[in-house]
């Protein structure tokens, strides 16, 4: 029979532990006795018969079931600030959208897509997240993210249940510091042999396009540098450290804030963009509000 000890006290407790490191950093940051933290984490590995932390150094770090506790301290508190949010938006005529952003999306696509939610009669709280493609994925899986806008879809036959939307797709265009762009810009793309160019890392879905395209074109660049982060890769285009494709829907938008004017067109190099979603059908309204902005012609 299991006991019935365990409670949200104690697992929040061993939470606060967990992260801090350390009782006494807990206690200091929770403004309670060391003693009282002590005894909590002590009834909660009572009452489950496992050592739930364990020293390492001077912290406190968690055990094998530790980590297991801990994955599920995280949804249970996630779970309880969603539902604290979703009542007081709830009470004020919101809607919630809490949304993740691969790092390779430009930056300037997602406010876009996202800027069709601020335009519904019903008021939308955004919440955004950039991180990392795969761990976006699995934040979603766990019900963290009600949907990820990224620029790559979802390899068929994974072990996680999340379905691809395409929303559109935009040609490129190679863009430069006006001092770069007057340099290369003539017969272009052979004049692009030596150039300086600015290139995402290989594990972005378009770097494989880009390569693809200069062979094509039989032209041999300087790679200046790779970025794994869009927005960085555009912070150094717009410094002059070399060229660097972007969609031509963002044409004006490239130039107006990065001060970045057309090389030259590369018609044949097309990005995607696609929202992953936990279900085959999208439902939130929300994001039927981002599909429609899409099929009025967002990447015309």
Not at 41 to 53: F, R
Not at 59 to 68: C, M
Not at 265 to 282: C, G, M, Q, T, V
């Amino acid at each position: 029979m299991k006991n019935s000890g365990l409670n949200f006290r104690h697992l929040y407790f061993f939470w606060m532990v967990a992260k801090e490191g350390g009782v006494t950093r807990a206690a200091e940051r929770l403004g309670l006795a060391v003693q009282t933290i002590s005894m909590q984490l002590a009834s909660l590995e009572q009452s489950i018969g496992k050592q739930l932390l364990e020293p390492q150094g001077r912290r406190l770090v968690p055990t094998e079931a530790g980590k297991l506790a801990l994955s599920y301290c995280e949804q249970i508190f996630l779970l309880g600030d969603q539902l604290q949010d979703a009542l007081e938006e709830a009470e004020n005529d919101k809607m919630r959208l809490t949304v993740g952003i691969s790092d390779s999306l430009p930056k300037l696509i997602a406010f876009r897509l996202l800027q069709a939610t601020q335009q519904m009669d019903t008021r939308v709280h955004l919440v955004c997240m950039e991180d990392e493609f795969e761990n976006l994925l699995a934040d979603l899986a766990l019900g963290k993210l009600d949907v990820v806008l990224t620029d790559r879809t979802v390899r068929a036959g994974g072990s996680l249940k999340v379905f691809s939307h395409l929303l559109g797709e935009s040609d490129m265009k190679l863009f430069g510091v006006p001092r770069l762009a007057r340099k290369y810009r003539r017969d272009f793309p052979a004049s692009l042999h030596g150039a300086p160019l600015l290139v995402p890392t290989r594990n972005n879905a378009l770097r494989g396009r880009i390569d693809a395209w200069l062979v094509e074109h039989k032209v041999r660049p300087q790679i200046v540098a790779e970025f794994e982060d869009n927005a960085m890769l555009n912070t150094f285009g717009r410094n002059g450290l070399g060229l660097f494709f972007a969609p031509s829907a963002l044409a004006q938008d490239i130039e107006d804030q990065f001060g970045a004017v057309l090389v030259g067109d590369a018609p044949e190099l097309r990005e995607h963009f696609y929202a992953i979603s936990n279900a085959r059908k999208i439902t939130h309204p929300a994001i039927e509000a981002i599909l429609g902005a899409v099929h009025r012609g967002l990447f015309a």
